[in-house]
Each structure stands twice: as structure tokens, then as C-alpha cells.
């Protein structure tokens, strides 16, 4: 799935594929492997340059793994590992750039304060791997096994909780696996949000537009006052509860309070019901300072939420669903 074409696996008896007969770097056959090679770092660039802001908060992802994949990593043969493929490539990401329309902005304020050039990862020295590049293997196997949705801005947000998780198991035997349960756990989870990255879907009623408008519809049923109050500052939905519902509210909290918010989103059984149950719950606990609050001031509000108690926020969301 990552290696350059014509080159296998040295130690299988297996040399260097002549490739000029066929196939070749210059061959204009959309059909090449070159050519699907050169795409897919378009990709690898976007989703490199995305993992290696991941969790600025916290020093984890930029630390060496225990676990590296060791056939990569491994001198004696000629695969081209993806740090190789960013460094040696001349595009540029920046004009790669995939994110969803009309989102300019999909990390919280608080967690992006830092220049983008001071917030990157470096990379460790050979022979090591960081978790952050174990991220990037598992988003762009995704990208190559899924082409149809590839990679879209955020997806990296869904991946790092799930693999911080496995990652730091108490048990080593079970966190040496860490990558290959966390893939699993993705693809899995990606089965069940992935409408909310595509576009094409956004209108339609698993599209994430109509998740939205559900979070103000529950909002008129429970708070008609601050859903009158929203409305006349003509604050939709779109700008700030599109962040909150693509990327399960991970930019909201800090990563042990997403991961306690998650546990509760994976054990109930309409599990995005709640979430949506959630975002309300979160307008109402701020109901008061909405109310007082011109639309500059509540933009600022829902952009970079001030409750940091988690546990009064599912409280909340439990009353609600139980009042349903």
C-alpha cells in the first residue's frame, strides 16, 4: 500500500522490478502505478501536515513509540517509509488542501494559539517512529482502502483519541497491538460518521446540515427562549456545531475529558442521538451568558466553550434524553 512501484521485498528473493517496459514515473496511463503513486502524496501531504499538530496540548504524540512497524523501519530492505516520501517530495501542502466547503477554521482557538510552524512535530532521528507517524500510516492505509472518501481535514481528530487510548493500555501486550486495533476501530467508526464528510450528502437526511438544524429543533422544544434569542442574532448552527458534530467534539475538550465524553457516546445505543443531545445540552448550561451576550460575544462563546466540566454536561444531556 506505501512502498514505491519496483521495489519488493529484498530478503524474499525478490529484486528490484524492472518497471521500464510497462510501467514507468513519466507514464501518462491513468491506469499507471506511478501515477496513482504521485496522487497519493497529494494525500500523505495533507493528512502529514494535519497529524503532526495533533493534541498540541499534550507531549504524547510526538514521543517514539514502543511498537514501530520494524519491517518499514528495517535497513536491510528498500521500502520507502512515508517520512521518506514527505521529505522528498516538491509539492507543496498547502495547495493540497482538503477541507470541508465553507470551513475555514476546524481546530478550536485555545488549541491552535501557537504559530503552525511552532506547533508541528519534528521528526525523531532513524530508527525511530513517533505515534504521530503510526497515525499517519493508519489515515492514509484508510485513504488508499477507502477512495471513495480518501482523506477529508478532521479525520485526523477522530483517530488520535481512539489511538492514544489503545496506545497507553496499562496491559503491553494488548497496547503492542495499539495500531492494528486502533485501524480497526476507525474503519469501524468511520462506517458510521463518514456521511459527515461528504459533501455531496450534506442535505440529505444522514448529511450533516440536517444534524445540525436537529440540534436547534431539540433546542426550540427544551429552550424556546435561547433558540428565539440565537435566531435573532442569526447564529446558525453551521458555525460552530459543524465542528462539534464532524468531529465528535474533539477540539471542544481536552483529551481525557473527549475520551470520557466519548465512553458515554459508545455505550448508548442511539449513541449520535446523544450526541446531539450533548451540543444542546452545552447551549443550555451557557443559557444565561447567551441571553446577555451581543453576537460578537456568543460567536466567541460557542467557538471556544468555557465549561470544562464534563460530567455536568452528560448530566444535562441525561436529563434531556430522559425528558424525551
Not at 489503545?166 to 462506517?191: I, Q, R, V, Y
Not at 426550540?220 to 434569542?229: A, G, N, P, T, V
Not at 442574532?233 to 475520551?259: C, G, M, Y
Amino acid at each position: 500500500m506505501i512502498i514505491q512501484p519496483g521495489i519488493a521485498k529484498a530478503n524474499m528473493g525478490v529484486s528490484r522490478e524492472d518497471v521500464t517496459f510497462e510501467d514507468h514515473p513519466l507514464n501518462p496511463n491513468p491506469d499507471s502505478r506511478w501515477n496513482t503513486y504521485f496522487k497519493d502524496n497529494e494525500v500523505l501531504l495533507q493528512i502529514d501536515k494535519d497529524v503532526r499538530r495533533l493534541c498540541p496540548d499534550i507531549s504524547f504524540f510526538q514521543r517514539a513509540t514502543e511498537y514501530p512497524c520494524l519491517l518499514i523501519l528495517d535497513p536491510q530492505n528498500e521500502f520507502e517509509t512515508l517520512r521518506k516520501r514527505v521529505e522528498q517530495t516538491t509539492l507543496k501542502s498547502q495547495t493540497v488542501a482538503r477541507n470541508r466547503s465553507g470551513v475555514t477554521n476546524m481546530s478550536s482557538p485555545h488549541k491552535n494559539a501557537a504559530p503552525s510552524s511552532l506547533n508541528e512535530y519534528e521528526v525523531l532521528p532513524n530508527g525511530c517512529e513517533a505515534h504521530w507517524e503510526v497515525v499517519e500510516r493508519i489515515l492514509f492505509i484508510y485513504a488508499k482502502l477507502n477512495p471513495g472518501i480518501a482523506y477529508v481535514q478532521g479525520m485526523n481528530e477522530i483517530v488520535g483519541p481512539l489511538y492514544y487510548t489503545f496506545a497507553t493500555d496499562p496491559n503491553s501486550e494488548w497496547k503492542e497491538h495499539a495500531e492494528a486495533d486502533t485501524f480497526f476501530c476507525f474503519t469501524n467508526l468511520m462506517a458510521e460518521i463518514r456521511d459527515n464528510f461528504i459533501k455531496s450528502l450534506d442535505d440529505s437526511q444522514c448529511g450533516i446540515t440536517y444534524k445540525m438544524e436537529k440540534v436547534y429543533s431539540t433546542l426550540k422544544d427544551k429552550d424556546m427562549e435561547l433558540y428565539l434569542k440565537l435566531q435573532e442574532q442569526n447564529i446558525k448552527p453551521q458555525f460552530f456545531a459543524f465542528r462539534w458534530l464532524t468531529l465528535l467534539l474533539s477540539q471542544e475538550f481536552l483529551l481525557p475529558d473527549v475520551i470520557r465524553i466519548w465512553d458515554s457516546l459508545f455505550a448508548d445505543n442511539s449513541r449520535f442521538d446523544f450526541l446531539l443531545l450533548v451540543c444542546c445540552a452545552m447551549l443550555i448550561l451557557i443559557r444565561e451568558q447567551l441571553l446577555e451576550g451581543d453576537f460578537t460575544v456568543n460567536m466567541r462563546l460557542l467557538q471556544d466553550y468555557p465549561i470544562t466540566d464534563i460530567c455536568q454536561i452528560l448530566q444535562k444531556a441525561k436529563e434531556l434524553q430522559d425528558s424525551q
